[in-house]
C-alpha cells in the first residue's frame, strides 16, 4: 500500500456514557489503524466528542453545572475508555474547542457570503428529545417524543440544490458509500425531492451551540457543527498544508443509525463549500444484545469495562472484530463470547505459543534454534509456502473491509502451526536428532510470528507479549519476510496468555432479587453508641433529638421514636447507630446517622445493649 491514510470515527456524543457500541466503532478504527500502519502508509485517526446541543444543556442545568465545566468533566470519561482499550488515535477533536468552532464560524461565513445559506419562516413539528424537525409521517411511526408544533424563522442550508449532483457522485463513485445495500439505501432515499437544511436554532430555544457569525439570535445546528470536525481537526481554512496532507479521508466510519446525517447532509455541505468528498463512508451494523439494539434507554448495554476487568481488553477487541462480519449486525451473548475466547485464543494461539516456548526453553536453552535446509522437508516448505500465501493475502483483506476475514486467516495460520508441529512431531525428533527438532521449532516460531503480526493490530499487548515469548519481541512489526527470526535469540518471559475461561458476566446486573452480598452489608458501619441527652423536637410530633457518644465523638441523631420513648428514659442507654450514613437534614435538624429499632406498626423498641459495659464505638456485627 503505502500512501497517506485518514480515518474517522463518529464524535460521541459527551453525555453517553460509553458502551460497547461505541467502544466497537473505534476499535475499528484502531485496528484498520494499525494495519494501515504496519503496511507502511502515513495513518492519522481522529475521534473525539459532539458536545453541544440541547441534551448536553439539559444535563448540565440538572446539575447545576456551567456547559462547559460539565463537557470538560464528562469528556473524562471517553478519554479514559479510549486509554482502557488501547486505541491509538492521533487525534481527539473535541466540539467546544475553539480550533473547532473557527472552523464552522468560516464555513458559515463562505456559505452565507455565496448565499447558500438563507433565513426562512418555518412552521413544522419539532421533536424536542431528538432535536430536530420531523416529518408527518415520522410523527405518525409514534417513535418520536415530546413533539411540538413550532412557528419560527430559521436559517436553512440550499441542501436541495446539490440533490443530483450527490445523485451522480454516488453513482461514479461505487466506493462512496459501503457496504452496497447501504449505497442504495441513500439512492433511495435521494428519490424523494431534497428539501434545505435547517442549520440553526434559536437561542430562545438553545444557547448551548455554535453562534452564528452573521446572526446573534442563532446558534448553529448540532449536526452541521458535528460533521464539520472531520475538517476541522486537520486544519481546513487553518492550516492548508495539514489539509492538503490528510484530507479527503480515505474512510468515515459510522454506524448505520446516522447515514442520513452522513451521506447526505455532509456531502452537499463539502460540494456547497467547494471541498472534495471523503472516499468512503462505511456504515457498519448494530451490535445487538438479546436482538435488540443495545441502547441506554433500554437498558440492554455491556459496559466495555465489566468485560476488560474479567477478561482483559485484547480478547475484548479480539471478539468485536471477528465475530462482526462488517456490515451485519452481529449478537452480542456471553456464551458466544467464552467459546470464542476458549477456542480461538486459549486453546489454539495459548496453547501453542506456550507449547512452543516451553519446548525451546526445556531443550535450546531458552534460545531460538537453528534451521536447517534440506530438500526432504516437506512439511518446512509446506509451512513457509502457507504462511507467504496467508501474508499477500490480509492486505487485501483489510482494503476490501473483511477484517473478520483477515482475523480468520491469522488464526488460520495458527492452526497450520499446530498442525506441523503435530506432523513433525518435535518430541520424538529431540530423542533421535536434536538438529532436526531445533529445525521444526524454528520454522513453527517463525510461522508463529508472522501469525502474530497479522494479529497484532488486533490484540497489541498480547500479541506483544507473545512476540516476546518466541524470540521475536525486538523485532519491527512491519517485517513479514520469512527468516526474521535470529537463531540464537533469547526467550522473553511469559506464560499462558489465554487462560481459560468458565464463564462471563455481562450487561446489566441481574434483577433485584432483595438479596444483598456480604459486601454490601459490610459496607454499614454499625457502632454501639451511648446517649448522653434526649429532647423533643419543636414542632414534630414524632422526632426525638439526640445526642450520643459514638466512640469518635458526640453526634447528632434524629429518631422518629417520640411516641414511644419519654426523651428523660434514654440517657445512658446504649444503642446501635449506622455511623457512616451520609448526613441529612430531618425537619431542619441535621441527623448524623440513624439508630436501630424493632417496630412493628404499633410498637417500637430501640435496640439497647443489656451489658452497659460495651464501650461507645464498638463494632457491631
Ligand atoms: N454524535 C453523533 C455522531 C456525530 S458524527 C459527526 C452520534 N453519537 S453517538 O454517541 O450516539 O453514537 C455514535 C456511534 O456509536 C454510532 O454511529 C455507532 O457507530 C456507534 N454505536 C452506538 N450504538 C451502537 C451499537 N449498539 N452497535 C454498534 N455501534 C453503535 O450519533
Not at 444557547?207 to 446573534?216: M, Y
Not at 472516499?279 to 435488540?292: L, N, V
Not at 537463531?487 to 441481574?510: C, I, N, Q, Y
Not at 451511648?530 to 445526642?547: F, I, M, P, S, W
Request: charged letters at 25%; a negative charge.
Amino acid at each position: 500500500m503505502s500512501g497517506k491514510f485518514y480515518i474517522t470515527t463518529p464524535i460521541y456524543y459527551v453525555n453517553d456514557q460509553p458502551h460497547l457500541g461505541h467502544a466497537y466503532t473505534t476499535i475499528l478504527a484502531d485496528v484498520l489503524a494499525r494495519y494501515h500502519r504496519t503496511l507502511g502508509d502515513e495513518v492519522h485517526f481522529l475521534t473525539g466528542t459532539d458536545e453541544h446541543g440541547l441534551k448536553v444543556q439539559q444535563a448540565a442545568q440538572q446539575r447545576g453545572a456551567d456547559p462547559q465545566a460539565h463537557t470538560d468533566e464528562y469528556v473524562q470519561r471517553f478519554v479514559e475508555m479510549w486509554q482502557r482499550l488501547d486505541i491509538s488515535h492521533d487525534d481527539f477533536i473535541r466540539t467546544t474547542e475553539e480550533r473547532h468552532k473557527v472552523v464552522v464560524r468560516r464555513l458559515l461565513t463562505n456559505l452565507h457570503d455565496k448565499e447558500k445559506i438563507y433565513l426562512d419562516e418555518y412552521e413544522g413539528l419539532y421533536s424536542v428529545s431528538e432535536e430536530r424537525f420531523i416529518t408527518e409521517r415520522e410523527m405518525e411511526s409514534g417513535e418520536f417524543r415530546q413533539v411540538e408544533k413550532i412557528k419560527e424563522s430559521n436559517w436553512f442550508f440550499r441542501m436541495s440544490n446539490y440533490q443530483q449532483q450527490l445523485i451522480d457522485h454516488i453513482n461514479e463513485h461505487p466506493e462512496f458509500i459501503q457496504p452496497k445495500h447501504r449505497r442504495n439505501e441513500v439512492l433511495g432515499f435521494l428519490r424523494q425531492p431534497l428539501s434545505d437544511l435547517c442549520i440553526s436554532r434559536p437561542k430562545s430555544r438553545l444557547e448551548w451551540g455554535i453562534e452564528l457569525p452573521f446572526d446573534s439570535d442563532y446558534v448553529t445546528y448540532v449536526w452541521f457543527d458535528a460533521l464539520t470536525n472531520y475538517i476541522s481537526a486537520i486544519g481546513y481554512t487553518a492550516d492548508e498544508a495539514e489539509f492538503a496532507r490528510w484530507w479527503p479521508a480515505e474512510y468515515h466510519l459510522i454506524g448505520k443509525d446516522i447515514l442520513t446525517t452522513h451521506c447526505v447532509y455532509w456531502p452537499t455541505m463539502l460540494m456547497a463549500a467547494g471541498v472534495a468528498l471523503p472516499k468512503t463512508i462505511f456504515a457498519h451494523g448494530w451490535w445487538m444484545m438479546d436482538e435488540g439494539k443495545m441502547s441506554k434507554s433500554v437498558g440492554n448495554v455491556v459496559r466495555p469495562l465489566d468485560l476488560i476487568d474479567q477478561v482483559g481488553v485484547d480478547p475484548v477487541r479480539y471478539y468485536l472484530m471477528r465475530d462482526m462480519v462488517l456490515g451485519q449486525d452481529a449478537n452480542f451473548t456471553a456464551d458466544s463470547f467464552v467459546r470464542r475466547y476458549n477456542a480461538d485464543l486459549a486453546n489454539d494461539l495459548g496453547n501453542l505459543v506456550n507449547r512452543v516456548a516451553k519446548f525451546i526453553r526445556r531443550h535450546f536453552e531458552g534460545q531460538v534454534p537453528k534451521p536447517v535446509v534440506a530438500p526432504d522437508l516437506a512439511h518446512d516448505e509446506e509451512l513457509k509456502a502457507l504462511a507467504a500465501e496467508t501474508v499477500a493475502e490480509v492486505p487485501g483483506l483489510i482494503e476490501s473491509m473483511k477484517l473478520h476475514e483477515a482475523v480468520k486467516q491469522g488464526m488460520a495460520l495458527v492452526r497450520w502451526v499446530n498442525g506441523y508441529l503435530e506432523k513433525c512431531q518435535p518430541w520424538h525428533q529431540i530423542k533421535d536428532d536434536p538438529t532436526l527438532a531445533g529445525s521444526t521449532l524454528y520454522h513453527a516460531a517463525e510461522a508463529l510470528r508472522l501469525a502474530l503480526l497479522l494479529l497484532h493490530p488486533v490484540m497489541p499487548q498480547r500479541v506483544g507479549l507473545m512476540l516476546g515469548m518466541i524470540g521475536a519481541g525486538a523485532l519491527p512489526l512491519t517485517d513479514f519476510t520469512w527468516g526474521g527470526l535470529k537463531p540464537g535469540t533469547p526467550l522473553g518471559e511469559g506464560e499462558s496468555p489465554f487462560p481459560r475461561l468458565d464463564k462471563l458476566a455481562v450487561g446489566e446486573p441481574p434483577a433485584d432479587d432483595g438479596l444483598i452480598t456480604f459486601d454490601d452489608f459490610e459496607q454499614v458501619d454499625l457502632r454501639v453508641a451511648r446517649v448522653l441527652a434526649a429532647e423533643r423536637v419543636e414542632g414534630a410530633d414524632k422526632l426525638l433529638k439526640l445526642q450520643v457518644d459514638s466512640g469518635d465523638g458526640k453526634r447528632q441523631i434524629i429518631a422518629g421514636i417520640a411516641q414511644h420513648y419519654d426523651p428523660a428514659d434514654l440517657p445512658g442507654k446504649s444503642i446501635v447507630v449506622v455511623a457512616n450514613l451520609k448526613p441529612a437534614k430531618i425537619r431542619g435538624e441535621e441527623s448524623q446517622g440513624m439508630l436501630l429499632a424493632a417496630e412493628d406498626g404499633n410498637t417500637l423498641v430501640v435496640a439497647t445493649l443489656e451489658d452497659a459495659d460495651v464501650a461507645p464505638g464498638t463494632k457491631v456485627g
